[in-house]
Structure formats: C-alpha cells, structure tokens
C-alpha cells in the first residue's frame, strides 16, 4: 500500500464532500468502521457514518470544500496502515486531524478506523 493509494481515500473523500454526497463519502470506510467524531461521539459502522455527514452536509456544511492532507503512511503489516490526516474545511470551517487505520480486504482499500479531533488555533490566534 503507497502513500498515494491511501491518499486516494482522502482526495475521494473531498470531492464527495465538495458533492454534498454522504453515501460516496461513507463508501471510503469499512463496513464495520470504527470512526470518532470531533465532538467524541463513537459510531459504529459505515451507515453511521452516512447518516452523520448526510446532516452535515445538509446544514452547517452545506457548500463547504474539505482540503485534505495526508502527513504520514506507516505500514504495520502488509495491507495495514497508520495514517495521519490534516484536513482544513473551508471557508471558515475547524482544521482536524485524523489518525486512522486502513486495511486492504476482499473489498478493496478501505478505512476501518478513525479517531478525528479538531486542531486548536496557534497561541495569538485563539478567541
């Protein structure tokens, strides 16, 4: 697995995002995916997942970009990597930052789990 088919998930997710289409969005994680949002909430399975963003997206979201940018790709065993994923939402949205696993299965390359957190402002910056 390249840093640049674990990528691919991420640009994936951005033009599903730009698109407003939370089912192409949600396709990019396992099945049985394991994702934390920002706010700490733990959903269990892609269709949580789907319905989630398709909330997002239907309102504070709406119209919204996510610019992603994967920083590390570590391998821990054939088919398995750690990715660490900084993803800014514009205009005016949180910057985040994502540790995930992604897996390669029977069904292709997909992100089995995600831990999101929202990246505080530099010190100067803050409100």
């Given at each position: 697995?390249?840093?640049?088919?674990?990528?691919?998930?991420?640009?994936?997710?951005?033009?599903?995002?730009?698109?407003?289409?939370?089912?192409?969005?949600?396709?990019?994680?396992?099945?049985?995916?394991?994702?934390?949002?920002?706010?700490?909430?733990?959903?269990?399975?892609?269709?949580?997942?789907?319905?989630?963003?398709?909330?997002?997206?239907?309102?504070?979201?709406?119209?919204?970009?996510?610019?992603?940018?994967?920083?590390?790709?570590?391998?821990?065993?054939?088919?398995l990597s750690l990715v660490h994923a900084?993803?800014?939402?514009e205009p005016d949205g949180p910057t985040?930052?994502?540790?995930?696993?992604?897996?390669?299965?029977?069904?292709?390359?997909?992100?089995?789990?995600?831990?999101?957190?929202?990246?505080?402002?530099?010190?100067?910056?803050?409100k």
């Amino acid at each position: 697995m390249t840093d640049d088919d674990v990528s691919a998930l991420w640009r994936t997710m951005a033009a599903c995002w730009l698109r407003g289409d939370a089912e192409a969005f949600g396709a990019v994680f396992a099945e049985d995916v394991d994702f934390v949002t920002v706010r700490g909430e733990e959903l269990r399975g892609r269709d949580a997942v789907v319905a989630g963003h398709a909330r997002m997206f239907a309102g504070p979201f709406r119209g919204t970009r996510l610019i992603p940018e994967v920083r590390l790709v570590r391998s821990l065993a054939r088919g398995l990597s750690l990715v660490h994923a900084v993803t800014v939402i514009e205009p005016d949205g949180p910057t985040t930052h994502a540790q995930a696993v992604v897996v390669d299965d029977r069904n292709g390359r997909r992100i089995a789990a995600f831990h999101n957190m929202t990246v505080p402002a530099p010190l100067g910056e803050q409100k």
